[in-house]
């Protein structure tokens, strides 16, 4: 995990990271342009900073009237296996199948 | 612990145990979809757009899961969280369609709860309940190993599970044992979970560290996973206490790691560590909106909490003046504690019922290694049983074997007593002849008998029973010996 340094600025490391994160891989030129709008996305959330939010309980939701919905322990018909793996890229005996994730031991 | 054992073994270092356990709640579908929640079917057959990730599709909660959790809290006297929200835990993993799990990050719906285990001598000790959260489980994995694939099942995902994590307050693998027996004891008493550990009802994940005796630091945590039974919870921790002794013995550092239960060496090994600790990073699932618990909500699942242990221990107690220990063995389960009293409302003596309960149905059960209910024997059938044997209509060795006889086919009592004409014969008209016949031929052990020896009369008895092939009530046939000698 990275720490951001005080001054709030966006390495190039950050950038690496982030994208490490959500498996996307950038280029030399790429790592620049993302850090330099990262770093003008975050400077605009900054602004929030001013607002004095002690003893404001987060917003996890913006639909602030809307709680409490459930659905009844009822079943529901499934699909079947068939449209299950219909848009895998590969598939095995009802299984999606993928790369081994595990090691030999 | 007690002076004299202090003197005898000094603990050199204090173990630390936390322990993490998973319940697949036991509800009809999952948690935030309607497909079913059941065992054991085909691959990939219990799935829909919502467990499956798809774009679009949006998770609804399962109104049973949240409140099967909040029934769960009340009985650990967990606080309830008055504001439940759900988050996003994200990683990449194929049993994980979405990338991220539906879980609980900052305010699990319970917090703050106990559990009282009983350690061996009777002391009492409480161990603390940190938190309990609700998430969804994840799929299957089945490895082909040395082939090149992994194959996914995602029936599995989306399963509700209550995650229940205790305080490090549990001091020894014999304690982390009796932790997880009280524990599902108490599960099974709710009826949310059936805490199968072979089906994977029941999973859990133990952190253990050791540190020097009376020291205010932890040591290094090491968090050991695939821990298939209870009996592996102990032994896996019995070995890591040992292996960790015998490192910082060395002075060696134990490195922070997770580790696997090896079931088959028993041993413990160490998975690679990551290079990089894990970022899941949390946030709130927007998918959801929040749910606010009201107090009439947390007192409509308190009244359908059912008796709990301690209760009906003292209920037991004071209802059918069993002893201590057949109590305990009574409610070790709801659905023996159940069996027994369904039994003895047909069979009206509790100490004859749990005599039977005690003896041969925990035989079978333990023979079995299942549920009461799978064993097919219905309370009205031992109870049928039982009253054969008490009117001498069967001797209690015939009762015995058609009580097993019953759990491996199925039978009525009643055909099997005929079929096999196990009924004894009581009728003193019909045993006089050979009753008179055995004293005839067996004059010597009717002097010893008549002489005092006491013990006389059991041969004599046997005689009858060998000239009936066991047919003979021997409570009949003895007095009427002794009727005819004396």
Known sequence: ?105 | MRAGKVLFKMAKYDTVIGLETHLQLSTETKIFCGCGNVFGDPPNSRVCPVCLGHPGSLPVLNRKAFEYAIKVALALGCGVQRTVKFDRKNYYYPDLPKNYQISQYDMPIAYDGKIKITLPGGVHKVIGITRAHLEEDAGKLLHDIPGPSSYVDLNRTGTPLLEIVSEPDISSPEEAYLYLVELKRLIRYLGVSDCNMEEGSLRCDANISLKPAGAAVLGSKVEIKNLNSFKAVREALNFEVARQTEALDEGEAIPQETRLWHEEQRVTISMRTKEEAQDYRYFPDPDLVPFEVSSGVIESVRETLPELPASKQERFLGQYGLGEKDIELLISDIDLADFFEKTVKIFSDPQVVCNWVKGEVMMHLKEQGESIESLGLSPQTLAEIIQMASSGRISGLSAKSVLKEVIGTGRSAEDIVRERSLEQVSDKGELEGIVDSVIADNQKSVNDFRSGKEAAIGFLVGQVMKKTSGKANPKVAGEMLRKRII
């Open chain 1, 1 to 105: 995990m990275i720490e951001r340094t005080s001054d709030k600025k966006i390495t190039r490391d950050t950038v690496r990271y982030v994208a490490d994160l959500a498996r996307i891989s950038l280029g030399e030129e790429e790592t620049d342009i993302f850090r330099e709008h990262l770093e003008q996305i975050l400077k605009y959330v900054e602004q929030l900073e001013e607002v004095d939010t002690e003893n404001v309980i987060p917003t996890t939701h913006v639909l602030s009237s809307m709680k409490n919905i459930f659905r009844e322990d009822i079943p529901a018909p499934s699909i079947s296996p068939e449209e299950a793996l219909s848009n895998a890229p590969d598939k095995a005996d009802g299984f999606f199948k993928v790369p081994r994730v595990i090691k030999e031991r």
